[in-house]
């Protein structure tokens, strides 16, 4: 069974950068669909990004054109480049395979605060 572990979160100012990183226990080459959820303080886990095997990518409104994710399936890692952050950003940031049915990680927490 697959697991994911999340890290790259931090503290960072609004208008900064960081880019978070997800490592599969197995291969990913496999896996159709990688996503990028977070839960924002006091809600329920969202999605905010996917990519496909082949490279298709979509973004939640509110982070397009500021967030990127790519995957590396040499590295079994999935990342997401988040530039331009704001203080709505803060959340605990999870990957997934949303067809495979993974058990969510622990996630790694992002805060953006002045």
């Known amino acids: 069974q697959v697991q994911f572990v999340e890290s790259g979160g931090g503290l960072v100012q609004p208008g900064g950068s960081l880019r978070l990183s997800c490592t599969a226990s197995?291969?990913?080459?496999?896996?159709?669909?990688m996503a990028w959820y977070r839960q924002l303080p006091g809600t329920e886990r969202e999605y905010i990004a996917t990519i496909s095997k082949g490279g298709t990518t979509n973004y939640k409104d509110s982070v397009k054109g500021r967030f990127t994710i790519s995957r590396d399936n040499a590295k079994k890692t999935l990342y997401l480049q988040m530039n331009s952050l704001k203080p709505e950003d803060t959340a605990v940031y999870y990957c997934?395979?949303?067809?495979?049915?993974?058990?969510w990680g622990k996630g790694t927490q992002v805060t953006v605060s002045s």
């Open positions: 197995t291969s990913i080459i496999s896996i159709y669909t």
């Open positions: 997934n395979a949303p067809n495979n049915r993974v058990t």
